[in-house]
Every structure is written in C-alpha cells, then in structure tokens.
C-alpha cells in the first residue's frame, strides 16, 4: 500500500539500548528518527513530530509503551498509527496481548542491529 | 501441613454411620454432613470447600459413584480426594469407586483406627500436592521474570558488539561501548549471583560459617568499600559505631547484608546527602541501622519490599540498576541469623532499614 517509511517515533528508556537501536535505524536504515525516553516524552512529541510509526520499548517509567500508544491514538489523525513494541517479554502469551493492543509486529529483544531496519521494514510493507 | 483444621464432609443416608463418622473425626477435623447425593453436590458447591470426602455408595436417589463422578468432572471440586466407605465390599464395586477417581475404598463396619489412618494419609498427600503446585507457579514466574531480565542487558551487550564488529566506528564510540559492555556484564554477573544465592536460600541449602565476629568492625570495612562511589555522588556518609562485643554470625553473608542496604541508600539518595550508618547495643540484641536522606518509599509498597523481582516505583538517581533481588536475599539472611529486619521509610524524607542480630 504503503509510501516508503520515513519518521519513526522511537521510545526506549534504557540508554545502551537506545545508543545501539539509533545506530540501527539511523546509520544502517536511514530512517528519520525521534528519541525519546520515556512513554510520555512520545506523548508529548508525537502530534509534533507526526511520525509514520510508533517503535516503543513496553516497559517504560513514567508511562508504558501501552499506556502510550493508547494516548496517542485518541489524539486526532492518530487514531491509526501503527505501532511495533520492542521487548524482552516474549512468550507467547505477551506478543498475543501486544497484538490485542494492535501492535503491527513485535520485535524480541535482543536484536540484531544489522537487521533491525529491516525488520522494521518488513512490518511497514505488511501494512 | 496446614495450621487451619482441615474440613471433612461425611456424606451417608444413615444419621447412625454419620454419627460413628463424625465422633471419630470431630476432635481433629471439622466436620460437614450430607444426608443423600444431591445435598452433598450442593454442599460442595456452596462455598466452602471440604479437604476430603467419605462418600457412601448406596443412597437413594443419586448413588455415591454418581456423586464422584460429578465431582471429578468439576475444575473446582476435581482435586478434593473422595474415599468411599461402604458395605460393598466386592471387587468389582472397589475397581469401579477407583476408577471414578476415588482415592480410597473403606468397607463397613470401619475399623476407627484404620479410618484415621486413611484420611490422614490421603490429607497430607492432598497437602503436598498442593505445595508442590504453587511451587512450580512461583518458580515458573521466577524463570519468566529472571529470562526478561537478563535478556534486555544482552540487547546491549549483544547489539554494540555486533555493531563493533560490523560496522565502522569512531575510536571515542569503541570505547565507549567497551565500556558499556563491561558495565553491564558486570551488572549480570550481579543477577546470576543473586540468583543462585535466592535458589540457595528456597532450596534450604544456605550454609552459614558461623563464627565470633565484631559488626561495627565489619561495618566500617563495608563502609570504607562504597565511600568512593558515594563521593563521586557527593553523598556524606556519617558513621557513629559503638564499640561493640563479638557476637556470633557469618561475616561474609551479614557483610552482604550491607552491602546490599549501602548500596541501595547511595543508589537512591540524591548528592548532598547524607547517609548515616549506626550501630548499638539495644534490649540484649545487636543493631545496625542503616538510613538515608533519599526519596523514600510509598507506604502500599513497603510490603512488598522483601519479596523476590518486587522493584520499587522509587528510581535510582543515577541511573543506576536494580535486580530486585537483593533486600529479598538480605531478608533470608537475617532471618537465618534468627535475626529482624524492619523499615520505616517517609516519601521525600528517606529511609531506614534497622537489623538486629542475636549478641
């Protein structure tokens, strides 16, 4: 369907974490990045910063990847924003939840940050 | 085995078996009774549920097999063990009671004493049984938790070192992430440590050396171990130790007590503070008491304080980590000194853990 993905809205609290996934996304994907550090730091940027997709880490202080996504989706022209969580929660039980929420895909932690871009991609392309 | 009287429902058509039943076990057991099968199900279904079951088989209206059977059929009701207790005394009727799920069969007359025996038998398997269930929940929680927590430190440590080998970076980057990765090991090292400590300490293989020892000597050392990190958070650490006489522990698990506490003050107390360490004889016990000046702990989260994977709503205030394991291991410790340990925290006031050993 899709235009080529260009502005992600990135949220990870954990900074290597985040150091290696900009790296990913930045250098090797070329994608259009915005850091934040937190859920509510996403919340307050993304009407802003008007991302193509949400890239979120779950577990955040402040305010989850969840909680976020929810806001963000109420506010007007976001109602579809489609969103990836990247997390160490991966049974089976927990991607079908972030699924529920209307995750597009889930990206298990650890990754690979040669492919990450890709990966990420992919899901746009499935759309 | 349980401290609560366990419960028992007789279920017999005949008030002369109840009555024999109910003499027997009323002195240990509470008793319930039903006089035919459709009072027994609803019984059973109404609330509170029976440990056990003595199920006659021949009642009229619905038999006793019919009653098993509808209660093994049931999620709620599936694991309550049934012994039949009869006057049918062949083999077939015996093969078919177990087959239905029955535990035991017991032919009228009773031999009391064999009764007793039975149930208390097949109370305690039930009870064992039980345990080893919510074992195997908490430790498959424990496994899904500790598997999350070390897989986010191997993002990093994985991922920079794959970007190190993969793709060209500045010299000021390598290091940086060498850095990071040697941090982070080091921080997994911690958790892998605490984990065995914690399966240690459930599985009651927790060994103290336990020898003549001086705390507020042992205090100082540990003190004198973090002074440089709380310097390089500019937090003051105030020591007023007592001279103290020997007294009987384990120095190097009692010095992981503080460590843990230590740690835990300077982690969560911003600079310019100050943290106080103290130690005294008080009511024929020795005490520590470590307290900071941090952000202290909301009240409906001191509870869980001790608990294992339980991390505060409270952050580190410098970025530090926390494996939430280490006042749950500090616990365990104390109380294998058959010591105490106990909290008094005000949000934005700071905390206090005091410890007091046996002198």
């Known amino acids: 369907m899709n235009k080529p993905l260009d502005r992600i809205l990135y949220a990870e609290d954990e900074p290597d974490i985040q150091e290696v996934a900009v790296l990913a996304l930045e250098t090797v994907g070329g994608f259009n990045l915005k850091i934040c550090n937190s859920g509510k730091e996403a919340l307050d940027a993304a009407a802003e910063y008007q991302p193509d997709l949400l890239l979120f880490d779950v577990m955040m202080p402040e305010m989850d990847g969840p909680t976020a996504l929810k806001e963000i989706r109420s506010l007007p022209g976001m109602e579809n924003i489609p969103v990836i969580f990247m997390t160490a929660k991966v049974q089976p039980e927990e991607i079908a939840h972030y699924k529920d929420l209307g995750a597009i895909d889930v990206i298990p932690k650890p990754f690979d940050p040669m492919s990450l871009a890709d990966a990420v991609r992919d899901c746009w392309n499935k759309i | ?359």
């Open chain 2, 1 to 359: 085995m349980t401290d609560k009287r366990e419960t028992i429902l007789i279920v017999d058509d005949e008030r002369f078996n109840i009555n024999v039943l109910k003499d027997l076990l009323d002195n240990d057991y509470d008793t319930m009774v039903a006089r035919n099968g459709t009072q027994a199900l609803k019984r059973v279904n109404s609330g509170t549920l029976p440990d056990l079951i003595l199920l006659d088989i021949m009642m009229p209206e619905m038999d006793g097999y019919e009653v098993c059977k509808q209660l093994k059929e049931s999620d709620e009701t599936k694991d309550i063990p049934v012994i039949f207790v009869t006057a049918m005394s062949n083999l077939d009727d015996e093969m078919k009671g177990f087959s239905l799920g029955a535990v035991d069969y017991i032919t009228k007359p009773i031999s009391p004493p064999i009764v007793l025996a039975r149930v208390k038998t097949h109370l305690a398997l039930k009870g064992s049984l039980e345990k080893q269930k919510e074992l195997n929940k908490i430790k498959n929680k424990f496994l899904g938790i500790a598997a999350h927590d070390l897989r986010n430190p191997l993002t990093s440590l994985q991922g920079m070192s794959q970007l190190m080998l993969k793709m060209p970076l500045p010299e000021d980057k390598k290091t940086k992430f060498l850095e990071s990765i040697n941090k982070t090991s080091n921080q997994m090292l911690k958790l892998v440590n605490n984990l065995l400590d914690v399966s240690a300490i459930e599985s009651g293989k927790f060994d103290l050396h336990i020898e003549m020892n001086n705390l507020s000597k042992l205090a100082q050392e540990r003190i004198d171990l973090v002074s440089y990190t709380a310097k390089n958070k500019e937090i003051t650490i105030t020591s007023i130790l007592e001279t103290l006489p020997d007294s009987l522990f384990d120095e190097d698990r009692v010095g992981q007590v503080l460590d843990n506490l230590l740690t835990n003050a300077i982690k969560f107390s911003n600079s310019g503070s100050s943290v106080t360490i103290t130690t005294k004889e008080i009511d024929g016990m020795i005490e520590i008491s470590v307290s900071d000046q941090g952000q202290g702990i909301p009240e409906d989260e001191i509870n869980n304080l001790f608990g294992s994977f339980n991390k505060t709503s409270v952050r580190p205030t410098g970025g530090e980590k926390s494996t939430g394991l280490g006042l749950s291991i500090v616990k365990k410790i104390v109380e294998a000194h058959k010591g105490t340990i106990k909290v008094e925290s005000e949000v934005g006031k700071g905390t206090t853990f005091y410890i007091s050993l046996i002198k």
